[in-house]
C-alpha cells in the first residue's frame, strides 16, 4: 500500500473535517459560564484551579506520518481537560521503565508516602484503572460529590480497590498527588523532561493544579498538578503537541530512534479493565465499540469534555486523529475511518 496520502480519500477526508469546523462549541469564549454548565455536583461548584478560554476548532489527521489535513490554529493552546488524564498515564509508564515503579499491582502506600489514608489494598493499577473506589478528599473535594461517577453508571461513594470502574477527578487527582511523590519533582517538570521535550513540543504547554495542591517532598513544597479540569486546572496545549503524543503511542513508545515508553506498558495501557471493558490506563478503547459506535473497533483515545478533545488513534490504519472543541465528534472520526483503509492484518 502507498502512503497515507496515496491510499486515503482526501476529499472525504476534505468533507469530514469542513462539517466538524461547523460543528464548533459554542460559547467557550466565556470558559468561567461554560465550565459551570459543565459542573454536576451543586455542593462544591467552586473553581478552584485556572482557566482558558476557548479558541474555536482546531484539528489534525496523520496517517502514516503524513498530515492529510489541518484546520483551525493548531499551534494555540487549549485547555484539555480529561486528556490529561491519559498524559498522567504516560508519566506512570516513564516511571515504570526507569524502575520507580516496578510493579503496579503494589499498594501505594507501601511505595509512596502521602498525606492521606489509602489502605494496604488500593493499588497502583487500580488508580490507573479508575477502580480504586477511594472515597478519601483531597484539596477540598471529597470524591463522592463527583458527579461523573454517578452519570457514568459508577458509585462516587468508597467501593472495594477492583470491584467497581468509576470516571472520578478526585481519584484521578489522587494518582497525581502519588506521582509527584514517586518523582519526587512537580510532574509539569516530569512531563517536560521526560515526554514533551524529547517529543519536540512547543514551549507553550502548561499545567496546572489548584490554589492549594500542594505535598512536601524531602522538606521541600512541590505543587500538584490536577488530573483533569473538573474544578480548573489540568493540561494546557496544543493540538500540534497532542499529535505528537497520539504519535508516540501509535509508534508503540519509540519517537525518531529514541524510545520515550516501553511497548510493554503501551500494551497494558490497552489492556480491557477487568471492571470495564472499554477502559485501559486512562485510556479509552473501542474493542466493543462502545465508545463510538460508528468507528472501527481498533481505535484507542483520550477524551475530555464530553469528546470535546480527542487524541484518536487506530494502529490499524496507522492513523491519529486530534479534534479540539468540536461537537459531534464521533462524526469526524467515523468519516475519516471510513476514508482511509485499513492495512491487511
Known amino acids: 500500500m502507498g502512503s497515507g496520502r496515496d491510499s486515503a480519500d ?18 467557550i469564549e466565556d470558559m468561567a459560564a461554560f465550565h459551570a454548565a459543565q459542573v454536576g455536583d451543586l455542593s462544591h461548584r467552586d473553581v478552584v484551579g485556572p482557566l482558558l478560554p476557548g479558541g ?3 484539528g489534525l489527521v496523520s496517517c502514516r506520518g503524513t498530515i492529510l489535513a489541518e484546520w483551525g ?11 490529561t488524564k491519559t498524559v498522567l498515564s504516560a508519566l506512570a509508564g516513564v ?24 489502605g494496604p489494598e488500593l493499588t497502583w493499577q487500580h488508580l490507573l484503572q479508575q477502580t480504586s473506589g477511594w472515597a ?13 461517577s454517578l452519570r457514568d453508571g459508577g458509585s462516587a461513594a468508597y467501593a472495594e480497590p477492583g470491584a467497581e470502574w468509576a470516571y472520578n477527578d478526585v481519584r484521578v487527582n489522587l494518582l497525581a498527588l502519588a506521582l509527584t511523590v514517586l518523582w519526587r519533582r512537580p510532574l509539569d517538570e516530569v512531563a517536560r523532561t521526560e515526554l514533551f521535550d524529547p517529543l519536540g513540543a512547543s514551549t507553550t504547554w502548561s499545567w496546572h493544579g489548584y490554589r492549594d495542591s500542594v505535598v512536601t517532598v524531602d522538606g521541600v513544597e512541590l505543587p500538584v498538578v ?18 505528537s503524543l497520539g504519535e508516540l503511542f501509535l509508534a508503540r513508545g519509540s519517537w525518531h530512534g529514541t524510545r520515550l515508553l516501553s511497548a510493554e506498558w503501551i500494551d497494558a495501557s ?20 462502545r465508545v463510538f459506535d460508528a468507528a472501527p473497533s481498533s481505535g484507542r483515545c483520550a477524551r475530555g469534555c464530553g469528546n470535546r478533545h480527542l487524541v484518536w488513534v487506530d494502529p490499524s490504519r496507522d492513523l491519529v486523529v486530534v479534534s479540539r472543541w468540536s461537537d459531534s465528534v464521533e462524526l469526524l472520526v467515523r468519516d475519516i475511518s ?3 483503509p485499513a492495512s491487511p492484518a
Request: negative net charge.
Open 270 to 289: 490497552w489492556w480491557p479493565c477487568s471492571a470495564n471493558p472499554d477502559y485501559g490506563y486512562l485510556w479509552w478503547l473501542n474493542d466493543r465499540q
Open 73 to 83: 490554529d493548531v499551534d494555540r493552546p487549549e485547555m484539555c481537560f480529561s486528556v
Open 95 to 118: 516511571a515504570f521503565d526507569r524502575g520507580l515503579l516496578p510493579d503496579v499491582h503494589a499498594p501505594v502506600e507501601t511505595t509512596v508516602d502521602v498525606p492521606v489514608r489509602l
Open 338 to 340: 471510513t476514508a482511509i
Open 10 to 27: 482526501l476529499e472525504a477526508i476534505l468533507g469530514a473535517v469542513v462539517r466538524a469546523e461547523r460543528r464548533s462549541t459554542p460559547g
Open 136 to 148: 478519601g478528599e483531597l484539596w477540598g473535594k471529597p470524591a463522592d460529590v463527583d458527579a461523573q
Open 56 to 58: 474555536g476548532a482546531s
Open 226 to 243: 490536577s488530573g483533569g479540569a473538573h474544578w480548573g486546572g489540568g493540561l494546557w496545549i496544543s493540538t500540534a503537541d497532542l499529535l
